[in-house]
């Protein structure tokens, strides 16, 4: 019998590697997914995937089809801090209101182990050079505030026959099939190699960061870890830690090279409001787990780069559905 995992929010950025990357691994998947991004990034044609159209308040229709899986994923949320700017109502009835009901039917259903996708920007700013998962949370945004209260509602619900575990990727980066370019990595690159120059605003803020592929290991590893070694645990999953202006001078290095048609990419900078600044400290992971992230910023730039060449990312500054906010305003999500 194959293993079945159910995810939530499967048909976004890191859904859309992470179901193929899980299909490839001889797992059958479930994707739970409202479909504001489409599902035509999915490989449809697998036998192991099942697609549902669903969204995570409608309790009965989540508890229907999350029934007879072994594990729970859950991906789903209005993503990104700028997204609640849309829609404060929207945003706190999917980030916060359906997290304890989705948590009771997993537990109800007889799933074995919750997996949580929480974030990073939990620890809003913070001085310190490394940040643990003890860290105390100060959120500057709703986005990272629900995140974290979120947390203890899943260990609240755990017991021996109900895992929970939690783990806060850094801000991920690199190719997937439903592409973001809104986050930063990913921007900067779009702005190299299709205009020739880069906008930096601020610079000096420190980010975390983490190449897509880890991520995905990172949850197959989280689903077959032991359980003493991970039950009502939190997990710090990033690697690089780099300012804004590192990451921008390591995108125009890695495309002038890939492009070298295109000549020199100038860095402009500018000012900004954006004062989310933290380094992450990943060595729990490592050492409970034995988890060190294998893809660099270079790589996930470089990943970028190939798929533009094959003309894989069609429209890259007007296409909403590589922008969060833009497709939520556009499609008026309810």
Do not use: W
Not at 292 to 306: F, G, Q, R, V
């Amino acid at each position: 019998m194959k293993t079945k995992v159910f995810i939530t929010g499967g048909a976004g950025y890191v859904g859309s590697l992470l179901v193929p990357y899980l299909l490839e691994k001889n797992y059958k998947v479930t994707v739970y997914d409202i479909m504001h991004f489409t599902d035509a990034f999915l490989p449809k044609n697998n036998k192991d995937l099942k697609i549902i159209k669903g969204d995570i308040r409608d309790e009965k229709s989540l508890k229907t089809s999350s029934k007879d899986h072994d594990y729970f994923i859950n991906l789903a949320c209005i993503s990104n801090d700028t997204s609640f700017a849309i829609d404060e109502k929207l945003s706190t009835s999917i980030n916060l209101d359906s997290f304890k009901p989705m948590v009771k039917i997993a537990k109800n259903n007889g799933i074995k182990r919750f997996i949580y996708a929480s974030s990073s920007s939990v620890y809003g700013v913070s001085e310190k050079k490394n940040v643990t998962e003890d860290h105390p949370l100060v959120p500057l945004t709703l986005y990272n505030k629900y995140k974290g209260m979120c947390e203890p509602m899943l260990f609240e619900e755990t017991n021996n026959n109900f895992e929970g575990v939690v783990f806060r990727p850094a801000t991920v980066c690199g190719y997937a099939p439903r592409l973001r370019l809104d986050l930063s990595v990913n921007i900067l690159t779009n702005f190299a190699v299709n205009k020739k120059f880069i906008k930096v605003f601020g610079g000096e803020q420190l980010r975390p960061n983490l190449h897509i592929k880890d991520y995905c290991t990172a949850v197959e590893l989280l689903m077959n870890a032991e359980s003493k070694k991970i039950k009502n645990e939190i997990f710090n999953v990033g690697y690089q830690n780099l300012s804004i202006m590192e990451i921008a001078n390591l995108v125009k290095k890695v495309v002038q090279k890939e492009f070298r048609e295109k000549g020199e990419i100038e860095i402009m900078k500018e000012s900004s409001n954006d004062k989310r600044s933290y380094h992450i400290n990943s060595e729990k992971i490592k050492n409970v787990l034995n988890f060190t992230p294998k893809n660099t910023i270079e790589s996930a730039i470089k990943d970028l780069c190939e798929a533009f060449k094959k003309n894989l990312i069609k429209d890259s500054f007007d296409n909403d559905i590589y922008f969060n906010v833009n497709r939520l305003k556009n499609i008026k999500a309810k």
